[in-house]
Structure formats: structure tokens, C-alpha cells
């Protein structure tokens, strides 16, 4: 049993990087990563540079921490739900960000909605701070092969009589539209929602080769 001065050390130092990193989703999200320094992020978290520099080596590992949140609740939020393609078409015709295989919920916490908007943002950003800096690269193609492993091991649970070529094919498949879809969703939607729903329903149901009413676990 750890001794309670060590547990509160450990909740000390775990709230001051939340901090830290609440601070720096805000700043990222208002002057991107080149525009968001050391210095303004510690003015938004209310700590001096010196301070985040002892929770943080430099803002690359705040990135890091940030982009491995985003996918940890990505798959907390996929698991045990991901299978449901009916509610994955449904939100996609939709086009609802966040966690694609559970169902929208209007009345949903408006904090809830604005922090997955951040997060959305924030993804786009890590992608187009990829192309230039071989660190967040890394990062951010650590992050897509973890969260396509996880959907794929999902998938593989539900529809267990496909190889794992065929699999992989089909969660490739599955993350262009996925992907595709929360990139266009500040473009002009040109298709009606119910229409995009029967037609990724009608995909889905011939990419599993399913009748997806009768796909779902209980």
C-alpha cells in the first residue's frame, strides 16, 4: 500500500499537468502550434515557464501528452460500441464528430461538445504540424496506428470469419470515410442526411458481408 504522502504527491503532480495541459488545448486551438509559445501557455495556466518545464521538456512533449488523451478517450468511447455500423452510419450521414459508434444525444453537455470540437481541432492541427516537424510525425502516426489496431481488434471480435488481410482492408476502408467525413464537416453538406445513411448502411452492410440489425452483440 503506498503511503498517503506519496498518493498525494502523485495527485499533486498529476493536477498540475492537467494544468498544463488544459492550458495549452486552449492556446494550441487559438495560435496554433507555432503561434503558442512556452511563455503564453504559462500565463494561461497561471505558472511560470520555469514551472511547466518540470512537468514538461519542451512543448513537444506537451503535444505528445495532449494527442495520447485525445486517442485514450477515443478508445475508452469506441470500446464495447464499435461494432454497432448502424449508429457509426447514422452519425456519419450526420456528420457528429467525437464518438462515432455511440448514439448522438442533443441534450449532450455543451462542455462535452465544445471539448470535442477542441479535440477535433486539435487532431487537424498534429496532422498539418506532422508534414513539418518529424517529432510530431512520429506522434501522430504512433497515435492513427493505435486507434486503427484497436477498431481492428473490435471489428475482429464481431465479425471473427474474416482473415486479417481481409480485415485490415476493411478498417482501412472504414477510417478513409470515418476520416474523410470529420474533414468535410466545415465544407458545405451537399447530400441529404437520410439519403448518406441508407447509402453508408447499404456499404457497411456489404463491406461485413451482414445484415447489420442482426450484427450487434448484446
Not at 450526420?94 to 462535452?112: F, V
Amino acid at each position: 500500500m503506498l503511503h498517503p504522502q506519496l498518493c498525494s504527491k502523485d495527485a499533486r503532480i498529476s493536477a498540475r499537468r492537467d494544468q498544463i495541459i488544459a492550458a495549452a488545448r486552449l492556446c494550441f486551438r487559438k495560435h496554433g502550434f507555432h503561434g503558442a509559445g512556452m511563455a503564453e501557455i504559462a500565463k494561461t495556466s497561471q505558472l511560470s515557464v520555469g514551472q511547466i518545464y518540470r512537468y514538461f521538456a519542451n512543448k513537444d512533449a506537451i503535444i505528445e501528452e495532449i494527442v495520447r488523451r485525445i486517442v485514450m478517450k477515443k478508445i475508452r468511447l469506441m470500446t464495447g460500441n464499435a461494432h454497432n455500423l448502424q449508429q457509426v452510419a447514422h452519425n456519419l450521414a450526420h456528420r457528429r464528430i467525437g464518438n462515432l459508434s455511440a448514439p448522438y444525444k442533443e441534450d449532450q453537455c455543451i462542455e462535452q461538445k465544445e471539448q470535442a470540437e477542441i479535440d477535433h481541432a486539435l487532431m487537424l492541427e498534429v496532422a498539418a504540424e506532422a508534414t513539418r516537424n518529424p517529432i510530431v510525425e512520429k506522434i501522430w502516426r504512433d497515435s492513427e496506428k493505435q486507434l486503427f489496431s484497436e477498431a481492428k481488434s473490435l471489428l475482429s471480435a464481431t465479425f471473427p470469419q474474416f482473415s486479417e488481410a481481409e480485415m485490415t482492408a476493411k478498417v482501412e476502408s472504414l477510417a478513409v470515410i470515418c476520416e474523410g467525413t470529420a474533414f468535410r464537416r466545415m465544407t458545405t453538406v451537399h447530400a441529404d442526411a437520410e439519403h448518406l445513411e441508407a447509402l453508408y448502411n447499404r456499404y457497411f452492410q456489404d463491406l461485413f458481408e451482414t445484415d447489420l440489425t442482426t450484427s450487434k452483440l448484446e
